[in-house]
T-cell receptor
C-alpha cells in the first residue's frame, strides 16, 4: 500500500535550536518527494522537491535529504525562528500519476522563545 | 497576482443542504485540484483537472462534483451535505509539479 509516515507527530524546541523531521515512504514507483510547510489556518507552501537522483536540497535554513534506497527523507531546520512554527508535510508522487500525491499527516513543530 | 483564491472562508451547512465552493487562479495554470484535510490526517484528493473541460476523480470523490469551463475557475459542488463532509477544503493549481494552494474553506455540516 502507498503510504507516507512522518515522525515525530509533534515537536517543541527553543528558538535558535536545530531540529530534524523524518519521513518514511512505501510509494512505488517513486517519482519525487516534496516537503511542504503549512501555517495554522493556511494552505501548504512548497519548500523543496527532490527527484530520485537528488539526495540533498536546500532552501534557506531548510535542508531536505533523500535516500531512495531506504525510502527515507529528512528535513533539517537550522537556527529555528518563531516563524518556523507550523506543520511540515512530506508528500510523495508516483511515477505513473503526477496528479495523485500521497500526503503524510505532518509533523507539528512549535518554536518557543 | 492574487494566486489561488477561495470563497467562502467559513461555512456552516445543515444536513441535506448543498453549496458550491469557489476557486479561482490567475497564474494561467493548466492543472487544478481539490483536496480535503481532516484533523490529524494527510490531504486527500477529491477531484483534479488537467485543463478546461477535463476533470477526473481523485481518491475521495463521492458526494462531490466539479466543473472546469475556464482555465481560471474550478468550483466544487457539494450535493446533500453530510456530517462526514465536515472538513477544511483546499484548492490548488500547478503549472506542472509544484502546487500552489489557496487559503482554504472551513466547512461544518450539522
Amino acid at each position: 500500500k502507498n503510504q507516507v509516515e512522518q515522525s515525530p507527530q509533534s515537536l517543541i524546541i527553543l528558538e535558535g535550536k536545530n531540529c530534524t523531521l523524518q519521513c518514511n515512504y512505501t510509494v512505488s514507483p517513486f517519482s519525487n518527494l516534496r516537503w511542504y510547510k503549512q501555517d495554522t489556518g493556511r494552505g501548504p507552501v512548497s519548500l523543496t522537491i527532490m527527484t530520485f537522483s537528488e539526495n540533498t536540497k536546500s532552501n534557506g535554513r531548510y535542508t531536505a535529504t533523500l535516500d531512495a534506497d531506504t525510502k527515507q527523507s529528512s528535513l533539517h531546520i537550522t537556527a529555528s525562528q518563531l516563524s518556523d512554527s507550523a506543520s511540515y508535510i512530506c508528500v510523495v508522487s508516483r511515477l505513473d500519476s503526477n496528479y495523485q500525491l500521497i500526503w503524510g499527516a505532518g509533523t507539528k513543530l512549535i518554536i518557543k522563545p | 497576482n492574487a494566486g489561488v483564491t477561495q470563497t467562502p472562508k467559513f461555512r456552516i451547512l445543515k444536513i441535506g443542504q448543498s453549496m458550491t465552493l469557489q476557486c479561482t487562479q490567475d497564474m494561467n495554470h493548466n492543472y487544478m485540484y481539490w483536496y480535503r484535510q481532516d484533523p490529524g490526517m494527510g490531504l486527500k484528493l477529491i477531484y483534479y483537472s488537467v485543463g478546461a473541460g477535463i476533470t477526473d476523480k481523485g481518491e475521495v470523490p463521492n458526494g462531490y462534483n466539479v466543473s472546469r469551463s475556464t482555465t481560471e475557475d474550478f468550483p466544487l459542488r457539494l450535493e446533500l451535505a453530510a456530517p462526514s463532509q465536515t472538513s477544511v477544503y483546499f484548492c490548488a493549481s500547478s503549472p506542472r509539479h509544484e502546487q500552489y494552494f489557496g487559503p482554504g474553506t472551513r466547512l461544518t455540516v450539522t
